[in-house]
């Protein structure tokens, strides 16, 4: 079992993502501390693709800049291991299968055991292909956390009563991206997650807002936020911290 249940004991849970290595590593390092201080409750972390289809061109621009800039999934783990000298929180990643695959399935859920990475997050691994990597997973005591969309429709029954860690709700159709405003019914997703796993649920894709945060958490147990912030990242570069950690801030302030 993993700890990303402790992130869901005190409230709604704040989740914000960054792209580990955009600008760098340094950089990225001091953008979790803060966040964690400002009162992040779980932190995804992306490991960098060539090729991620979820991704908008916010986070698709900052895959870039990472592997521009040399990251690598070793460098990665080297990196969390650092981190994991003062951050506590529940830490997951986020990235695609082919990731996983080359750097084979067993050696990955090994590391992220070893380094303290609750769970994983894989956007391009349909539901009913999960097998290739959960029982490695459970092996390790890695989460492997599944996402349930506005196009899940009958599947989100049979999705929930075999969730693990949280579930992330996707909130609109399409790839991330911040959205003037959400118009998919979560909440009716969101009831029939309740009537099957007690497994905490967290919304995301499209929410920038405090606003939009407070209106998503009246369903859910937590708001995941990642190309508003990821947008700073890419404005602010090297001084992004203090900026992503009084946004962080504000957000948790909302939904509290």
Known sequence: MSNIASAFKNGKAFIPFITCGDPD?????KIVREMAAKGADLIELGIPFSDPTAEGPVIQAANIRALSG??????????????????????????YANVVFSYDAERFMARCCETG????????????????????CRQYGVDLISLIAPTSADRIAMIAREADGFIYVVSSLGVTGVRSEITTDVESIVRVIRENTSVPCAIGFGISTPEQAAKMSQYADGVIVGSAIVRQIGEYGKDSPAHVGEYVAQMKNAIK
């Open 117 to 136: 990475i609750g769970g994983v997050i894989l956007p391009d691994l349909p539901f009913e292909e999960k097998d290739e990597f959960l029982p490695i």
């Open 70 to 95: 040399g990251v690598t999934t070793d460098k990665i783990f080297e990196f969390v291991k650092e981190l994991r000298r003062d951050v506590k929180i529940p830490l997951v990643f986020m990235t």
């Open 25 to 29: 590593l340094e950089t990225t390092g």
